[in-house]
């Protein structure tokens, strides 16, 4: 069983940065593509932003230009690289495989973006 721990989030004014990291209990990059999703209060979870095996990238039009997503295979870790942030990015980030694995949902980290 795969377990992946976010970490990172926390509050930051408007046009801020954070880095967001997810370590995977195991080594997967080299098996399956990953991805950070978001939920935001009374919303569904979304993606928003994506890495395959081979390392090709892509992301929400939401986040496109402010958010970097990539990997360290040497320790199984995933980031999310945000910067200039709006505060329509406040939500609990989650990183998963993508498609989605039921069972490795993390706990998840929370930003929240407010001056």
């Known amino acids: 069983q795969v377990q992946l721990v976010e970490s990172g989030g926390g509050l930051v004014q408007p046009g801020g940065s954070l880095r967001l990291s997810c370590a995977a209990s195991k080594s997967i990059f080299s098996i399956y593509a990953m991805g950070w999703y978001r939920q935001a209060p009374g919303k569904q979870r979304e993606l928003v932003a994506s890495?395959?095996?081979?390392?090709?990238?892509n992301y929400a039009d939401s986040v496109q230009g402010r958010f970097t997503i990539s990997t360290d295979i040497a320790k199984n870790t995933v980031y999310l690289q945000m910067n200039s942030l709006k505060p329509e990015d406040t939500a609990v980030y989650y990183c998963?495989?993508?498609?989605?694995?039921?069972?490795?949902w993390g706990q998840g980290t929370l930003v929240t973006v407010s001056s």
């Open positions: 998963n495989a993508d498609p989605i694995r039921v069972l490795w």
């Open positions: 890495i395959t095996r081979s390392g090709s990238t």
